[in-house]
């Protein structure tokens, strides 16, 4: 009899989250040079990390030897200040991804019940099943989620609701009306987690963090992996009431977010001038890809994130034929959505590649 047997069922049922393919393998499996790929397939900053965050990686290299703070007691402070809230509200993770992992330790079992999108950020049904708890998935008309819906979908058993705003891989937010409408519905046995990976690249963002401060039941996510440019550092945060954030450090392991994370973090957050220079850099690329789909009469969703979602036929196809020609967007069947793909906003000049292969390949 196979150990297999003796494992969790419902971890053996698992379809591993599909991560953007890496420039690496590409080149390898594809004999290409590696300098020639594009890879537009994981929402990554195109400039790179912020210079501020190198430096302090550089000066914090010949001290690993130690042990991270484990208490993360000089970021914390700083992101509490940032957000005017305390630091007991500040917990960090290793990615914003493992705060996702934390929170369904926290609440989820057999019995207990999450709400997500139809077309949500993948990872949350991944972690669901992981716990073995129901995934609740509510239809999200125009890829918006519906709150509303969402809020009818609770039920005793529901613990937690997960709203991804914007969301990946759809690009739409849900306004401060429908949030607030929402939270007025909660019942005190269910978390509402606002995932804001994408929050620095919003014009206009809706404001959720009042919701930790009222007291409420609400953990919200954030990310240096996007408009930091800190994706390989596995560093994120949650900033939730203090009663969910209690219960969330006790979930981690004592050393989650490593040394040369929380130095880069700290630079990175004051590095203004790089976040100012990447939105610039992405709202050019979103108007870029937005018109280069309508011109070829490509349906696409109109995007506030760093990303869009274009639809293209065969999705598989393209992706494999994009790839062949070195550059590499996300195929989107993992998402229900076979006809799409996602591309992620790159500098311009390989955003004027990514639409040259596009036209090659759907061309011929
Ligand atoms: C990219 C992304 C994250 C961030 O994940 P990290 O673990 O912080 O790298 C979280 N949520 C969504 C919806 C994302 O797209």
Known sequence: MSILNFANQFVCDLVAYEPGKPIEETARELGLDPDAIVKLASNENPLGP?????????????????????????????????????????????????????LCHSFLNPEAELIAAEHAFVVYKLMATLFGAKYVEVADPDFIHDVDGMADAITENTRLVFIANPNNPTGTLVGQEALDRFMDRLPDHVVAVFDEAYYEFLEDAPDTLKYVREGKNVCVLRTFSKAYGLAGLRIGYGIASPQVASVLQKARQPFNANSMAQAAALAGMND??????TLETNNAGLAFYEKAFAERGLEYVPSVANFVLVKVGDGDALFQAM????????????YKLPDWVRISVGTQEENERCIEVLDQVMGG
Not at 272 to 277: E, L, S
């Open 50 to 102: 912020a210079p501020a965050a190198i430096e302090a990686m550089r000066n914090e290299a010949s001290e690993v030897h130690i042990y991270p703070d484990g208490g993360g007691y000089k970021l914390r402070t700083a992101l509490a200040e940032k957000h005017g809230v305390g630091i007991e509200n500040v917990v960090l993770g290793n990615g914003s991804n493992e705060i996702i992992e934390l």
């Open 272 to 277: 203004k001038q790089h976040v100012a220079k």
């Open 323 to 334: 790839l062949e020609k070195g550059v590499i967007v996300r195929a989107m069947r993992g």
